[in-house]
């Protein structure tokens, strides 16, 4: 934004400050999209949660000392509109309301923007009188005029609409009132469900929106097939993806405010059959605390990690399979080593959860920045402990056991089923034994399973109710881990240097005391914290009685 409409933005945020209205970091926010994005001042403002759009009407209104008015009557304003394009009204956020003799009033969303002003004096050749509403309120009576107007051909569709090379229209299908609402409710209603992700599945006559909490996906709700268009864009713009590619899988990241919190997703789009199916995983959903007690993870259990991480250098691994909380666990260790005159730096793909006083970089596959190449990098910057998201090659794998050896400690995961496939994984990626024993401090295998729920446990494991608020009938309501710890040890590095096979390793580390998933697992029963059906579940095992 240049010029005049620079100047006038600038005033309006200035007025804004001096009334209280916005805070600084608010304010510094609002630049720095202003700075990247296309979209108007209104809709950045609101897109990023700062203020309601129905305040931010009020507040430009105030600032450009004019009238507030009420929106005529559907007939008055057919007759104002004649011969006015209601296609470029609605991407602008701009309709004629009334002529009074030489002056034309207008209602426009986003008065700050100048160019948009000299074009319409030009257009209607005559001096103007602005009016502020919310673009919500002028789009919709936009969708009024001409459904009451227009013959049904006239009116966009976004389902049998050929918006491939249409850029313009499908950022005016983007921006338009549902389609906002209904991304956003779909949003709020993973957010307050506590969901960990939104699936948003594309049928041949609808849509299937599902939630996974709890680790299951559940079966929500039903949208039409005609907004799948619009959804698809409205969250590629908003994670700044390429809204015409359709054929090629696409991976971003956004973030909305919902109930106060700034909540980021992370978005993958792929094309399927009966078009792009997109899933959003809710990133505050994974670190929902960084304690090891909230985590599952008993005294002894705790007592045994801090002395891993305790160690000046070697490589501590976490194991399990996607969802397992890896990532929690992993995170719940570096809060607890985070501290003055320690160096952390973490090399994740995404980076998922963003900490103080940590330096976090995300691999680049674009611009050849993977696992490998960033963690040579990392260890010119002095770390002091890194965490590697995943070793998931040979060359990472010998880059990760070499900074170990150099004096580094370093934290990451692998997908194995146990602690002691850890060790086996690494040998079969070329890590020599003697090198494993030397630098492999221990190994955490975990999986996540369903807790009873209050309406389940006071009955014995059945549900009391289908509406009881905490699990809605499931009889499960939130998750802790059952998991493994296997220590190195003297004994464990002869069994690994003389060639052992995991079956042998796990017996090994059995024997100086490792609790396995599976007895970690009973004992939750026993306690009444779970049931056999969950473990069975989550385990792969038969349901015993």
């Not at 931010?56 to 009557?73: H, K, N, Q, T």
């Not at 990098?377 to 010998?398: F, H, N, Y």
């Not at 024997?511 to 049931?531: F, N, P, S």
Request: with cysteine; aromatic share 4%; charged share 25%.
């Amino acid at each position: 934004m240049t010029g005049s409409n620079s100047a006038s933005i600038a005033s309006f945020i200035t007025f804004l400050q001096d009334k209280g209205r916005w805070s600084d970091e608010a304010v510094q926010r609002v630049r720095a999209s202003l700075r990247t994005s296309y979209l108007p001042f209104d809709v950045v403002v609101t897109e990023l949660g700062i203020s309601r759009d129905e305040d931010l009407a009020e507040w430009l209104s105030e600032f450009l000392v004019v009238p507030r008015v009420g929106m005529p009557e559907i007939e008055l304003l057919a007759r104002n509109c004649e011969g006015f394009d209601l296609s470029f009204g609605r991407a602008h956020g701009i309709i004629p309301i009334d002529r009074d003799g030489e002056d034309q009033m207008i209602a426009i969303a986003n008065p700050l923007d100048g160019s948009a002003v000299t074009l319409l004096e030009y257009y209607f050749d005559a001096k103007l009188q602005i009016r502020v509403f919310s673009r919500r309120e002028i789009v919709s009576t936009i969708d009024t005029l001409i459904s009451k107007t227009s013959a049904p051909t006239d009116v966009p569709s976004s389902g049998n609409y050929d918006f491939e090379e249409d850029v313009d229209r499908l950022r005016d299908i983007a921006l338009e009132a549902p389609i906002i609402n209904l991304v956003s409710t779909i949003a709020q209603n993973g957010f307050d469900s506590g969901a960990t992700d939104i699936h948003i599945e594309p049928f041949q006559d609808r849509i299937r929106v599902r939630y996974r909490r709890d680790g299951l996906l559940s079966n929500s709700e039903i949208i039409p097939k005609a907004t799948l268009s619009g959804i698809a864009t409205r969250i590629k713009i908003l994670a700044g993806l390429n809204i015409v590619e359709r054929r090629l899988p696409q991976d971003g990241r956004m973030r909305l405010a919902l109930r106060g919190k700034e909540v980021d997703f992370r978005v993958s789009v792929i094309p399927s059959v009966h078009g792009e199916t997109i899933v959003l995983r809710l990133l505050h959903a994974q670190i929902q605390s960084l304690d090891l007690v909230d985590l599952g993870f008993d005294q002894s259990s705790r007592k045994a990690i801090d002395d891993l991480i305790q160690a000046p250098n070697g490589v501590l691994i976490v194991t399990g399979p996607t969802g397992s909380g890896k990532t929690t666990t992993l995170y719940s260790l570096v809060k607890k080593l985070n501290r003055e005159g320690i160096k952390i730096f973490t090399i994740e793909d995404p980076v998922e959860y963003q900490m103080e006083g940590i330096t976090q970089l995300q691999v680049n596959p674009a611009v050849e920045l993977d696992f490998a190449r960033a963690l040579r990098s990392v260890l010119r910057q002095d770390p002091d402990i890194i965490l590697v998201g995943e070793i998931r090659d040979r060359e990472t794998a010998r880059i990760a056991i070499q900074a170990a050896l150099t004096g580094h400690l370093v934290l990451t995961t692998l997908h194995t089923n146990s602690a002691a496939g850890a060790v086996t994984r690494l040998r079969d990626m070329g890590v020599e034994e003697y090198l494993i024993s030397a630098t492999l401090r221990g190994a955490i295998a975990q999986r996540l399973v369903r807790v009873l729920c209050s309406c389940a446990t006071s009955e014995g494991g059945g549900c009391l109710s289908a509406a009881c608020p905490s699990c809605s009938g499931q009889g499960y309501s939130g998750r802790r881990a059952v998991y493994e710890i296997l220590r190195m040890g003297p004994a464990l590095a002869a069994a690994l240097e003389a060639r052992a096979s995991e079956a042998e390793i796990e017996e090994q580390a059995i024997a100086h005391g490792m609790i396995t998933v599976a007895a970690c697992a009973e004992r939750l029963v026993r306690e009444g914290v779970t049931d056999r059906k969950e473990i069975s579940r989550v385990l792969n095992t038969s349901d015993a009685a």
